[in-house]
């Protein structure tokens, strides 16, 4: 049973452009979301996170939404950059001290 | 150290052996967690330990997976009587006790 889910495998966006990735959760309880991304032979780093009690966190050029009542997040990444083209895992936990449950990641290529 | 380190990076196991995966966290981060990815999935929860004491060992899928920590420092995966199915990439993350993982590189075991 999947508590989090990434339901596109992979996206594709030309360089400049905006990404939307999507994540959608089961869990009620969970309290705060993060993004993670990943390169290849590279352990995940940290990219942006939010609580519950807010619906929008922007850092330069990543901005994640949370919409509590559709248990729904997405990750935006703006202007995209071939840089950025890596795996990226959206990912939950009940309490800022609980284990982080992570989605199965969506794969993005940025096109120069 | 600078980052979490993990050894050995690849390991190559015949089915039935036992192997040893090590996780070097940052100095003095107190909590550890071990994840578990199988290719095209995201990391699973294996287990977690503040400084010495395991508190959560839920996902350890069998007993043939045991994790230790002797010192509330570096920590050890153990998989006995390997199977081909526990071929993945065993990734260690440690934080200071805030909600940010930091992951090593992760270790790729493949069972023949």
């Known amino acids: 049973d999947q508590q989090v889910k990434q339901n596109s495998p992979s996206l594709s966006v030309q360089e400049g452009r905006i990404s939307i990735l999507n994540c959608d959760y089961t869990n009620s309880m969970f309290d705060y979301f993060l993004w993670y991304k990943k390169y290849p032979a590279e352990g995940p780093t940290f990219l942006i996170s939010i609580s519950s009690i807010k619906d929008k966190n922007e850092d330069g050029r990543f901005t994640v939404f949370l919409n509590k009542s559709a248990k729904h997040l997405s990750l935006h990444i703006v202007p995209s950059q071939p840089g950025d083209s890596a795996v990226y895992f959206c990912a939950a936990m009940k309490t800022s001290y609980d284990k982080v449950i992570f989605g199965p990641g969506t794969s993005l290529s940025v096109i120069p | 150290g600078a980052g979490v380190s993990q050894s050995p990076r690849y390991k190559v196991a015949k089915r039935g052996q036992d192997v040893a995966l090590r996780c070097d966290p940052i100095?003095?981060?107190?909590?550890l967690f071990w994840y578990q990815q199988a290719l095209g999935q995201g990391p699973e929860f294996l287990t977690y330990?503040?400084?010495?004491?395991?508190?959560?060992k839920s996902g350890l899928p069998s007993d043939r997976f045991f994790a230790e920590r002797p010192e509330g420092s570096v920590s050890t995966l153990k998989i006995q009587r390997t199977q081909q199915e526990d071929s993945a990439v065993y990734l260690c993350?440690?934080?200071?006790?805030?909600?940010?993982?930091?992951f090593g590189a992760g270790s790729r075991l493949t069972v023949l």
């Open positions: 993350a440690s934080t200071s006790g805030a909600n940010v993982l930091t």
């Open positions: 100095s003095g981060h107190v909590s």
């Open positions: 330990f503040q400084n010495e004491a395991q508190l959560d």
